[in-house]
């Protein structure tokens, strides 16, 4: 990653091995930890804060304490070399005690900054030290989200003592910085309405594991959830009056989020994927919107899936409505970033608006490349009026082979999330700053069927052709990115390969999106969880240890560990494997060579 900077991470365990002395792992595993040796601390119920009045800090401390003290975590997957193969140790690992306090009874937390804002890049490094002879954990981190990242390492190492107690299993040093300032998942209200309930879920989920931005894609085609003063004929394409977001509510999510260290970041698609709202506005700003999606012969598609409709490119009232929804929207969401869309945008959709028919008409030279050129010359400058306005977009808009405008500015963030490493290269050669999202590692919605009914594909009952895959018979079973992306396969993505060292710089992060056609508040966390774990720590401290090596193997225990972590918290992560893994540490791996993932 970053130049390759991950191979340099060093992420060790001292001279004690993990497993034979600490059981607890945690998760995104640190830059650096180092083990003691002089035997546990206990902690009492009730450690005291010093050091800080920061009240976010505060906040965070009392939560995780209430949390440590509530849960009196036992590890339920340690690690421990493969030709073990016995039953889950349950008895207290035995150490060398020697001299120094034995109790911890407060923990000093020193903020260099505590004015800096949660903003892109700002400083989120920590260093945690609990010594032999102190009876006081020290915390020093540049500002106040790097305290939070802290404290959520430390709620995951004070675990029961056995005893209805707590302690720490050995002194410890931990130094810990992000490789990435951009580590975030995409959740979708457009398709199916969230509760605010299972999108605060998510931001604990997202806590507990450092990743600090929730990409939230307000509305699609389907839908548009979200009250606009400006125009409230908008949400009468709400799915229900009771699946709505009000001012106050968006204003809760995002409070929520920033106490616990995570960035909201608006979405809202355009010019394509935007018919439910806009059209309430005024019909003449919708194209397409009363055609059949697939037309029952896909060259002549107006969407990907239904429903249709795209906002009228050469429309001056779009832009005039534009403006007003996404000045309203400014206002609520306070991050400097905004994401404005600009994906698949399709052809036969403008088939059916006689403004752009008539467009083409007038100049047989003009293409659909000219047309989106028009978008973005008419429609950023309307985005860039907002005050240090930072805006991401779908790489499409600058390099989709349908349709893509010629001059996109550079200062444009991309999000990629087609062509894998070679969109990720295409983008960041020609300068622009990249979000990879690639759908063959990151899209967590692939892998489970098609959606679309009245589908003639699933009606064989016998195998067209054993000799390969085939739609029914192991291919994708109809999931367009299928298949099913596993925590291994989202961890062991190699980003930045082929990059040179300007070009890599070029990725600030990663975000791993949950479309929803297929999600609502039932499913949402097990789909999402605990896989964005192994992407906090993927974009955290990196997949490869300090020889180079990648750790996935290593990373098994450990995520397993912070599967029920996850559930024990309140977040509905889904099981990985059979609880006996948990219990026989590797019994499950493929190969008993631990070596095997090291390249």
């Given at each position: 990653?970053?130049?390759?900077?991950?191979?340099?991470?060093l992420v060790f365990v001292g001279l004690v091995a993990i497993g034979e002395?600490?059981?607890?792992?945690?998760?995104?595993?640190?830059?650096?930890?180092?083990?003691?040796?002089?035997?546990?601390?206990?902690?009492?119920?009730?450690?005291?804060?010093?050091?800080?009045?920061?009240?976010?800090?505060?906040?965070?401390?009392?939560?995780?304490?209430?949390?440590?003290?509530?849960?009196?975590?036992?590890?339920?997957?340690?690690?421990?070399?493969?030709?073990?193969?016995?039953?889950?140790?349950?008895?207290?690992?035995?150490?060398?005690?020697?001299?120094?306090?034995?109790?911890?009874?407060?923990?000093?937390?020193?903020?260099?900054?505590?004015?800096?804002?949660?903003?892109?890049?700002?400083?989120?490094?920590?260093?945690?030290?609990?010594?032999?002879?102190?009876?006081?954990?020290?915390?020093?981190?540049?500002?106040?989200?790097?305290?939070?990242?802290?404290?959520?390492?430390?709620?995951?190492?004070?675990?029961?003592?056995?005893?209805?107690?707590?302690?720490?299993?050995?002194?410890?040093?931990?130094?810990?910085?992000?490789?990435?300032?951009?580590?975030?998942?995409?959740?979708?209200?457009?398709?199916?309405?969230?509760?605010?309930?299972?999108?605060?879920?998510?931001?604990?989920?997202?806590?507990?594991?450092?990743?600090?931005?929730?990409?939230?894609?307000?509305?699609?085609?389907?839908?548009?959830?979200?009250?606009?003063?400006?125009?409230?004929?908008?949400?009468?394409?709400?799915?229900?009056?009771?699946?709505?977001?009000?001012?106050?509510?968006?204003?809760?999510?995002?409070?929520?989020?920033?106490?616990?260290?995570?960035?909201?970041?608006?979405?809202?698609?355009?010019?394509?994927?935007?018919?439910?709202?806009?059209?309430?506005?005024?019909?003449?700003?919708?194209?397409?919107?009363?055609?059949?999606?697939?037309?029952?012969?896909?060259?002549?598609?107006?969407?990907?899936?239904?429903?249709?409709?795209?906002?009228?490119?050469?429309?001056?009232?779009?832009?005039?409505?534009?403006?007003?929804?996404?000045?309203?929207?400014?206002?609520?969401?306070?991050?400097?970033?905004?994401?404005?869309?600009?994906?698949?945008?399709?052809?036969?959709?403008?088939?059916?608006?006689?403004?752009?028919?008539?467009?083409?008409?007038?100049?047989?030279?003009?293409?659909?490349?000219?047309?989106?050129?028009?978008?973005?010359?008419?429609?950023?400058?309307?985005?860039?009026?907002?005050?240090?306005?930072?805006?991401?977009?779908?790489?499409?808009?600058?390099?989709?082979?349908?349709?893509?405008?010629?001059?996109?500015?550079?200062?444009?963030?991309?999000?990629?999330?087609?062509g894998g490493l070679v969109n990720i290269k295409k983008l960041a050669s020609?300068?622009?700053?990249?979000?990879?999202?690639?759908?063959?590692?990151?899209?967590?919605?692939?892998?489970?069927?098609?959606?679309?009914?009245?589908?003639?594909?699933?009606?064989?009952?016998?195998?067209?052709?054993?000799?390969?895959?085939?739609?029914?018979?192991?291919?994708?079973?109809?999931?367009?990115?299928?298949?099913?992306?596993?925590?291994?396969?989202?961890?062991?993505?190699?980003?930045?390969?082929?990059?040179?060292?300007?070009?890599?710089?070029?990725?600030?992060?990663?975000?791993?999106?949950?479309?929803?056609?297929q999600v609502d508040d039932a499913v949402i966390s097990s789909k999402m969880?605990?896989?964005?774990?192994?992407?906090?720590?993927?974009?955290?401290?990196?997949?490869?240890?300090?020889?180079?090596?990648?750790?996935?193997?290593?990373?098994?225990?450990?995520?397993?560990?912070?599967?029920?972590?996850?559930?024990?918290?309140?977040?509905?992560?889904?099981?990985?494997?059979?609880?006996?893994?948990?219990?026989?540490?590797?019994?499950?791996?493929?190969?008993?060579?631990?070596?095997?993932?090291?390249?």
């Amino acid at each position: 990653m970053r130049v390759n900077s991950v191979v340099r991470v060093l992420v060790f365990v001292g001279l004690v091995a993990i497993g034979e002395t600490v059981k607890v792992n945690p998760l995104p595993a640190p830059t650096s930890i180092t083990w003691g040796t002089s035997g546990s601390k206990s902690v009492p119920g009730r450690l005291s804060l010093k050091g800080t009045s920061n009240q976010v800090v505060q906040d965070a401390f009392n939560r995780a304490l209430n949390t440590v003290n509530t849960l009196k975590w036992v590890p339920q997957a340690i690690e421990a070399p493969i030709p073990v193969f016995e039953p889950f140790p349950t008895a207290a690992a035995k150490v060398k005690r020697t001299g120094g306090s034995s109790q911890l009874s407060a923990v000093n937390i020193q903020i260099a900054d505590a004015k800096a804002d949660l903003e892109h890049g700002v400083d989120e490094s920590y260093t945690l030290d609990i010594t032999d002879s102190s009876s006081t954990i020290s915390i020093t981190a540049k500002t106040v989200w790097g305290a939070l990242n802290a404290i959520t390492t430390l709620q995951q190492i004070i675990i029961s003592d056995g005893r209805g107690g707590l302690l720490v299993e050995q002194p410890v040093s931990i130094k810990d910085a992000p490789l990435y300032p951009y580590r975030g998942i995409m959740i979708d209200s457009g398709r199916n309405f969230l509760t605010l309930p299972k999108i605060k879920e998510q931001i604990d989920g997202m806590a507990l594991s450092k990743l600090n931005i929730l990409h939230w894609h307000l509305d699609d085609d389907q839908s548009w959830p979200v009250d606009i003063k400006a125009y409230p004929a908008m949400t009468k394409d709400a799915y229900s009056s009771r699946e709505i977001y009000s001012h106050g509510n968006i204003k809760d999510i995002i409070s929520y989020a920033k106490a616990r260290g995570v960035r909201v970041i608006p979405e809202v698609d355009m010019p394509g994927h935007a018919s439910a709202g806009w059209k309430q506005v005024d019909p003449d700003i919708v194209a397409c919107e009363n055609s059949w999606w697939s037309n029952d012969n896909w060259p002549l598609h107006t969407a990907v899936e239904p429903n249709p409709g795209q906002l009228e490119i050469l429309s001056n009232k779009t832009y005039e409505v534009v403006e007003k929804v996404y000045s309203e929207l400014s206002g609520l969401f306070e991050d400097s970033f905004f994401h404005v869309g600009g994906d698949e945008l399709q052809h036969g959709c403008y088939n059916f608006s006689a403004i752009t028919t008539k467009w083409f008409a007038a100049n047989a030279s003009r293409t659909y490349d000219d047309l989106l050129q028009y978008w973005v010359d008419h429609a950023v400058p309307i985005f860039k009026k907002q005050k240090n306005r930072k805006l991401i977009m779908w790489e499409d808009v600058a390099i989709a082979s349908s349709a893509h405008a010629y001059n996109v500015p550079k200062d444009i963030i991309m999000q990629t999330w087609n062509g894998g490493l070679v969109n990720i290269k295409k983008l960041a050669s020609s300068g622009y700053e990249v979000i990879v999202s690639s759908s063959d590692w990151f899209y967590l919605d692939c892998g489970f069927g098609g959606w679309v009914s009245n589908d003639p594909r699933y009606n064989e009952n016998s195998n067209p052709d054993p000799s390969a895959p085939n739609f029914n018979f192991g291919g994708s079973g109809g999931s367009w990115c299928g298949p099913y992306k596993t925590w291994q396969r989202i961890y062991d993505y190699d980003f930045t390969t082929g990059l040179t060292e300007a070009e890599a710089k070029k990725v600030i992060g990663v975000t791993a999106p949950l479309w929803s056609e297929q999600v609502d508040d039932a499913v949402i966390s097990s789909k999402m969880w605990p896989r964005a774990a192994a992407l906090a720590e993927l974009a955290w401290s990196g997949n490869r240890d300090a020889n180079g090596n990648k750790r996935t193997t290593e990373l098994t225990q450990r995520i397993l560990n912070f599967r029920e972590y996850l559930v024990a918290n309140g977040v509905g992560a889904s099981p990985l494997v059979p609880k006996y893994c948990l219990q026989h540490p590797h019994a499950c791996d493929l190969y008993y060579d631990q070596t095997a993932l090291h390249t």
